[in-house]
């Protein structure tokens, strides 16, 4: 930039010419100088001034628009997350069909140390070690004098231990918030909950992912804060599952069983009501898998869904049935049933050796339980039509019911379906299916003949499915099944008011070389259906090696052991299902015009 020189050479001796004053050139000069000089200051301070009031403008604007924001939004509780993490530690309630909570969120605090900001290492692994029992003194001390930084001690702490290592008072020892699942009703719908744990940790929050059940097949809905925390809402009614796990954990210890599984469904919409798996867990304090010997030994194993066993004669209803569907018998048509029979090399037997022959109604076969008369029935069927039903009853896939565990619990069926196959999977042995694959296909076989696939979600209504059967073969298939409790070999099953009806499996558990049968170990099964005249439920219980020792020799049969068990069930679940007790309809009594 160039600058007006103050006393210009040239004007200087003009004045000088003139006679005038130079030095009044330079002041003028000075004045105008000074003059630009503040117009230029003037002009600065003015776009600062600007900038600074567009700032100003900016800032309350966005201040404004956040309170406008937040005024316009739903008010909504803080979720519980670390502010240097992504660890989301929310996650939605389990309710049972009713809205009882089985699963819940506790804020707790966990226990970690900082070993460099401790002050008696040793003094404080000793005091802890006598708070939690189950912590090793002599590993505490090595990891508190040891080069580590950084130690979890407990993962969760009641508020009476948070208290106790408060009292300790050393500065190393600190308490992190965070979330923990709780299940209020312990051991009850264990298997079905399954349980949760721990992902990702921080020490202000944890993430907690399902590890099995329910919490794991919907991990990805209970930690959706899109849902709002709705609540998963499941087709269990807790008061109907605490009565029948009582029951079936007393029946269980009564009959001496190794085992026992339990399963309620509405036979309408497939809805599992209760399911319950012996011995069982609490997901509060979920025990490690096994790592020797037979998994289904383990109470993780949940054998109403995983379980799969010979069912034995409770399958035998499906064979008469797909026969009536056919029109090759009926109710009472005769079939051959005189034992023993003889298919090439194999004797078909009856249980004790017992002969119901020459000839037995369809009905009868039913209520004897009769082995030969069933399998000239399925004989008559056909090998290639016995599969598709049993096919379409879905006895040969996994259920799809919503439990992560569904996948594992595949029956097993023969490479080749022979015609001694087809004999013996009439009677139910031969092939293994599940507790609630069997529930299902009798739902299926009861509900008026309509596919039903089970589900441990409530449903508000029922889905219409596939017809399997006519309606009158469903219905003549639950009469049979009311003639083995009035006359047959569920006798014990009988319960005044409402008339149950159902079908006895006893089954010899497999050697585990696969070369034959143990004598003496059973499985044990009775699926029941109740009322019998109206269908609304189905109950299937089994037990594992059960016996009645009550006699003078052991009785392992499912009519001594199974089924009253399953009696209890009904007498005690009924009520608390709103089924009332009622007369049973009666026959009318034929009558025969002998003259006019």
Known sequence: MSRTPLRPLARILDARRRGENPDAIERENLRVRHEVMRDKARLRAEGRLLVLAMFFFCAFGVVGARMGLMAASDPMEPRASASASRILAQRADITDRRGRVL???????????????????????????????????????????????????????????????????????????????????????????????????????????????????????????????????????????????????????????????GILMDIHTGEVVAMASLPDFDPNDRPRPLTQGDASDSPLFNRAVQGVYELGSTFKIFATAQAMELGLVGPETLVDADAPMRWGRFNIKEFQNKNYGPLLSVTDVIVKSSNVGTANIALEIGGKRQQDFLRSLGVFEPTPIELVEAPTGKPLLPPNWSEIVTITASYGHGFSASPLHLAAAYSTLLNGGTKVSPTILRRDRAEPGERIVSPEVSAASAKMLRAVVTRGTASFAAVPGYDVGGKTGTANKPLTNGRGYHKDKNINTFAAVFPAHDPAYVLVVSLDEASDNSGSEPRRTAGWTAVPVSAEIIRRTAPLLGLRPEIEPATPDALTLTSN
């Open 103 to 261: 699963a819940t969120n506790l804020s707790t605090y966990a226990l970690y140390a900082q070993p460099p900001h401790m002050i008696d290492k040793v003094g404080a692994a000793e005091k802890l070690a006598a708070i939690f029992p189950d912590l090793d003194v002599e590993r505490l001390k090595k990891d508190f004098t040891g080069d580590r930084k950084f130690i979890w001690i407990k993962k969760k702490l009641s508020p009476e231990q948070r208290q106790a290592v408060h009292d300790i008072g050393d500065p190393g020892l600190l308490f992190g918030p965070r979330e923990m699942r709780l299940y209020p009703n312990g051991k009850l719908a264990a298997h079905v909950l399954g349980g949760a744990s721990f992902g990702r940790e921080g020490v202000s929050s944890a993430e907690v992912i399902g590890v099995a059940g329910v919490e794991k097949q919907f991990d990805d809905y209970l930690r959706d804060p899109a849902n709002g925390g709705q609540p998963l809402v499941l087709s269990l009614d807790l008061t109907v599952q605490s009565a029948m796990r009582e029951v079936l954990y007393g029946g269980m210890k009564l009959m001496n069983a190794k085992g026992a599984a």
